[in-house]
């Protein structure tokens, strides 16, 4: 039997056997995730004998999907929203970085030794490379305190940021932002900080002093398609970069206004989406993710 995934350049046939290692992704909803579309599509490019599926798992159902990985012998599984800190109970290990950030989107299976890693941050971190753009010694403005913003800003931290400025709401995510600024001044020696969003003019400067705006709230996806934390473009200078992590719509209004001030650099969150899944990849099957080839994929469906 054989699975047939169609890229760019016409169908590419995989297998299914015997010998087939199984890896998921745990979340809830998840059916809209371009992770099988980019998994499964490399791993048939580089020949690897692995599927990718999803599986609608909220946190009432994980412990017993979890066990699954172990009872199965999958290779591993990703892990997104509601689960990335629930979890973490139910494995063996976590990567420092995962400690860090009190968080798990991916698990490797070693012969039923589990591990938590997060690879967001590394994926953040390589899509700015990607684009020749180094984060050591740079000053970066955050929006957010969830489950994107909180591996940004220790990756970034641990790869060499000289200063982040985070900014958020007084919201649940509150405290999880205070324990970042915490844990990164303790591991790292960034300069870190933490800055109700209330204060605007405070907002307004640390933009104009950064080398990178960074917006990673779901502000910009539906339903908030027509919004943006930063409307005036007047509060970018052209050589900074603006990076916003949403990647669907995938030129968002926070995008158009950074475009409108005339800003080099900016960037939706596709590339961040591809690097992360790349360092997922890696963990699982030590090879490295053809990404120029899985961007053709995405941006041809994304053209369709």
Known sequence: MTNKITGVNGPITGWLDGHTYLIGLMAYPIRHSMSPTMHNNAFAKLGLNYTYLCFEVGNDKLKGAVDAIRTLDMRGSNVSMPNKKEVIQYLDKLSPASKMCDAVNTIVNDHGVLTGYTTDGIGFVQSLKDEGFDIKG???????????????????????????????????????????????????DCKVSLTELSDQEAFKQSIGESDIYCDATSIGMKPFEDKTLVSDPSWFHQDMVVFDTVYSPRTTKLMRVAQEAGVKHVYDGIGMMIDQGAASFKLWTGKEMPTDYIR???FSDDND
């Open 138 to 188: 740079k000053i970066m403005t955050l929006t957010g305190a969830g489950g994107a913003a909180t591996p940004i800003a220790v990756q970034s931290a641990l790869d060499g940021a000289k200063e982040i400025r985070m900014f958020n709401i007084r919201d649940k995510n509150w405290p999880q932002a205070e324990k970042t600024v915490k844990t990164i001044r303790e591991n790292t």
């Open 296 to 298: 053709e994929i995405i």
